[in-house]
């Protein structure tokens, strides 16, 4: 066996033992996070730098055609239309450097609090993104709930410490990946998002991906899931395949590919053998689409 093979086959066999699967061999690790451990009583402290590693972007694609139609986002489908408020792909050229990425990030944020209709009624409890300009992990839910709402942090609480084990047995943290949501504000009671709300401000969402321009989407959740891939199944169907999202049309980006799977909230709620077995297959899958890490 290669050096490297074997090396991927250890850290495979290590991120199984921190969740608690026990799929493979014995291998001792000291310190590993334990994913499936019963839930901390407290929240993880939250890292807000970023890591600046550099990868290359995706060859040109054309994609399918998205309709405009004023200045109100129109679709044939289900799912997230584009706007023609949009820029970055369209009418400025989309960015290629850290910095670059950076400031294309922050300028979408600013356009967003100061156009979008959604979360104009709500100003002070936008959560807008947050991560690494240059990730090839992308991480969306439908929107924030009360703990990044109070924390203006995405994934906060306990569903957040959970992420925080979740992408330890990946071997990532949250500086080297980037989170959003297709709302960056919560809807009332927690209740998921209306065709409306998607339409005022999921574009925000379809520019970041635009800018970051990831090599894997991880959706959380049915809704998040079902609007980022314009689809009725459930995330009990569609968790576990491959999909792909495909940009619109004329932006030179190559389609996406799409990791559904439950949202660590859902994996709190039913935290049975089955459930935890099933997401750490689907995070297995997205994780042999990325670069390995470099070993020091």
């Known amino acids: 066996m290669s050096p490297s093979l074997n090396s991927k086959l ?29 839930e901390p009583e407290s929240a993880t402290p939250i890292a807000n730098n970023v890591i600046e590693t ?39 050229a989309l960015p290629i450097s850290m910095q670059e990425r950076r400031e294309a990030l922050l300028e979408i944020q600013s356009r967003h609090d100061a156009t979008c209709a959604l979360c104009q009624k709500n100003k002070s409890n936008i959560v807008a993104g947050q991560g690494n300009p240059m990730a090839e992990l992308f991480l969306i839910a439908e929107a924030p709930g009360e703990n990044e709402q109070l924390s203006a942090q995405p994934f906060a609480g306990k569903s957040g410490d959970k992420l925080n084990e979740m992408l330890n047995a990946m071997g990532l943290k ?35 991906l635009l800018v970051i321009r990831p090599k894997v989407i991880v959706s959380f959740g049915g809704p998040a899931s079902k609007l980022i891939l314009a689809v009725d199944e459930g995330i009990t169907l569609l968790r576990g395949k491959w ?12 389609p996406i590919m799409v990791m559904p799977t439950f949202h660590p909230a859902y994996v709190l709620r039913n935290y049975t053998q089955e459930t935890r077995s099933q997401v750490w297959s689907d995070l297995q899958m997205a994780m042999s689409k990325l670069t390995p890490p470099i070993k020091m």
């Open 243 to 254: 999909a792909t999202w495909s940009p619109p049309k004329n932006v030179n980006v190559a």
């Open 174 to 208: 949250r500086e080297s990946i980037f989170m959003s949501y297709v709302l960056k504000s919560r809807p009332p009671n927690d209740r998921p998002p209306t065709q409306l709300e998607v339409d005022q401000c999921g574009p925000y969402l379809l520019e970041q």
């Open 54 to 92: 550099p990868r290359v972007a995706h060859a040109s694609f054309v994609a399918p055609t998205v309709a405009f139609v004023g200045g109100a986002a129109t679709q044939d489908a289900k799912g997230i239309a584009c706007s023609s408020t949009m820029q970055w792909g369209f009418s400025r």
């Open 10 to 38: 250890r850290s495979l066999i290590l991120a199984d033992q921190s969740m608690g699967l026990n799929m493979s061999p014995k291998v001792e690790r000291p310190s590993a996070a334990d994913f499936f451990a019963p």
